[in-house]
């Protein structure tokens, strides 16, 4: 999620952090629902391999507004505790885009 928020921030995609939270979660939502990427917690020490959580994509979206939101005051609880991965299909799509 770090690496999220500071793309956010670079980019100015939004004017005000709610808009920032919104726009970060909805588009979590839409490629977890695509089948995109995962979200889940890092293996170890290694920021390769996510290991998703055991939860619905609804659970997840929750879990992720709880901490994303809910504690964004302490990002210590998200920026890396919450990681993002690429799914096969997602990768695929990625390498696709012009800047891929």
């Excluded at 979200?39 to 901490?67: F, H, N, Q, Y």
């Excluded at 990002?75 to 696709?96: H, I, R």
Aim: glycine share 6%.
């Amino acid at each position: 999620m770090a690496h999220v928020t500071s793309v956010m921030r670079r980019e100015q995609l939004a004017d005000t952090v709610a808009a920032q939270q919104e726009l970060v979660l909805r588009t979590i939502r839409s490629l977890l629902d695509d089948g995109l990427m995962k979200i889940g917690d890092i293996l170890g020490a290694s920021d390769e391999r996510v290991v998703p959580w055991d939860l619905s994509i609804d659970a997840a979206m929750e879990r992720l507004r709880d901490l994303f939101v809910g504690h964004y005051d302490e990002p210590t609880l998200w920026d890396l505790a919450v990681w993002l991965q690429l799914t096969p299909d997602g990768e695929k799509l990625a390498e696709s885009l012009p800047d891929g």
